[in-house]
Nanobody
């Protein structure tokens, strides 16, 4: 069974930073393109950013471009989302996801095969 476990969420003031982490089972992590999504209260889940299987290519939603950075650590089988200059509108549950059917950057939710349980990020104004 594939498992993805997010951590690192919390409460932060606007302008602050957080780093989310996603721990993945080893076989999954190395074979998968990975992504981050978020869902704010009353809204649909949306794409945040993604990284290719080899870690060489990334893609970000316009809303977070220049503030968020995705990285992956193959030695630790972990995916990270560094979030800087946080805004109240970044408040959401953040999910990591794994796509096994492609090696490139994946931006579409339906192309992901496995999802974590989510971690709450709250940004106060």
């Amino acid at each position: 069974q594939v498992q993805l476990v997010e951590s690192g969420g919390g409460l932060v003031q606007a302008g602050g930073s957080l780093r989310l982490s996603c721990a993945a089972s080893g076989r999954t992590f190395r074979a998968a393109a990975m992504g981050w999504f978020r869902q704010a209260p009353g809204k649909e889940r949306e794409f945040v950013g993604a990284v290719s299987r080899d870690g060489m290519v990334t893609n970000y939603a316009d809303a977070v471009k220049g503030r968020f950075t995705i990285s992956r650590d193959y030695a630790k089988d972990r995916l990270y989302l560094q979030m800087n200059s946080l805004k109240p509108e970044d408040t959401a549950v953040y999910y990591c996801a794994a796509a096994l059917r492609t090696s490139g950057v994946v931006t579409t939710q339906s192309d992901y095969d496995y999802w974590g349980q989510g971690t709450q990020v709250t940004v106060s104004s």
